[in-house]
């Protein structure tokens, strides 16, 4: 079930990535290496940090998530195309699923809670920033129209805490997936902003 | 000879990245810098995620590459000015070694085979991406226009097989390599493409 | 002493992190991360060759360093606001510190003297390379205009030749520390300019 939300996680982000990849025109290898770069490169930083071999190598099984999203983009982009709307919504499903995975692995394997915490989030924004990083796009985590780093955030720091407290379920981590997911959908429906980084509001683009 | 093939993939990486270098009008620590960058960086990402500490510290000698790599190119970039064909020539060489030397060294240092291959993949393209990441360009790796990848992943398997079945001469990686440079060229020569991300022609740039 | 200089370091460049967000209009929570890339990705990166957990994330008091500089930036902002200068000098002391702190710690774990310098030079230029590759703009340290990378270098050798005489004081890295600063600033000020990646003038831009 862990390994399932996880490989979900991964499945979901791939799609962001080879989304993409379709709307800048690149090819199916292009899309299949960008999904792979999204949904395994936040859980490859994580497993670095925390000194073990990333997921993405000692399980095979994970490259079935980027080849089947680059597949079902390859199929169905009509279907699907309303970008960059559906990208958005695959990248949430992503943010959910890895900021939970992401903090309980660390937490599994001995980390403070500040750091675990921390690393929920590092699994959830990275390979979204990874993505936007390599295809020379400014990052969506850094988007001021609409909060994505805070749901993460929250939905690490409420898994920190209930591991603590003893529910270490599955189904605490999908119910935390999906709140997060919710609250990052809400956040770009009714535009929730966080403060701008300087008190004033001047500030030259 | 397994070290100086490796040593040979870090000079032509390192020249492509002292090329762009000069290309983009960097002074010489510059050139230096993202020569190192690219010979490097696919071996250090590698070996990080095997969990062994870099070439790059490890074995200073390597250090060389970089050095020799923006000296070549300080004085004879008149005589190689041709660009952008130069770079991708040289690109190109670093892919060839890469790509079997990282399946290599995963393979020796137990891997599995999937990974193995992977990390080939992983250690071939990874200089080149952060060498065009951090020159803020697009990278060559997502060109729609040839394959990049492709000749990669086919030396990479190439040579995880033939590991499998006892052929781990270095001239068996020598041989892959030179067909992986080869079939790279002829993709760009003859402008062999792979299918777009999505089966409908339609996208947006 | 030694702790105290890598989290003054690690605040300086935090504090060039969250001016950039600031600058690019993000809001107060890009102005953390960005932050927190610029002040502690150098290190993550100096952490995870040297095979050891990141320093970021085993003692989470140096989280406090991002949160205080984007409080900095976002209540003084208006005080601090003749951008770029400003932000060069924050970047200035943290590339003195944390060339010293990196090849120092790279000494203390063992390191060959080539590796720890060069540890040194990648603490000092890894986090505000980041910050520029993730704020998608030209890196800092490519700029042929001044100076950046010869003071790391020469910070960090001056470090690695002095522990192996056994000047291991923080007295000593704090001095090298502010060599490197007064170096880094005077190339600023008086345009000293290494020599071009070619030898000929001509290039395209």
Not at 103 to 130: F, H, I, S, Y
């Amino acid at each position: 079930m862990d390994t399932l939300l996880d490989f979900l996680g991964t499945f979901f982000f791939a799609v962001s990535g080879s989304l993409l990849a379709a709307h800048r025109g690149f090819d199916i290898v292009g899309s299949v290496l960008l999904g792979f770069l999204t949904g395994l490169g936040g859980g490859v930083i994580r497993d670095l940090i925390l000194g073990v071999t990333p997921t993405a190598f000692s399980q095979p099984i994970y490259l079935l998530a980027p080849l089947a999203a680059a597949g079902l983009v390859f199929f169905l982009y009509a279907a699907v195309e309303r970008l960059p709307r559906t990208l958005l919504v695959f990248d949430a499903a992503g943010l959910g699923l890895f900021c939970t995975t992401g903090a309980t692995k660390a937490l599994d394997l001995g980390m403070n809670p500040v750091a675990a915490a921390l690393l929920g989030v590092t699994t959830g924004v990275g390979g979204g920033l990874l993505r936007d990083v390599v295809a020379n796009r400014d990052p969506q985590l850094f988007d001021p129209n609409d909060l994505y780093a805070i749901p993460a955030m929250l939905g690490a720091a409420i898994i920190t805490a209930a591991w603590f407290v003893g529910w270490r379920h599955p189904v605490t981590q999908l119910a935390v997936g999906v709140l997060v997911f919710a609250f990052r959908l809400a956040s770009l429906r009714f535009r929730w902003r966080a403060p701008r980084a300087v008190a004033r509001r001047r500030h030259r683009t």
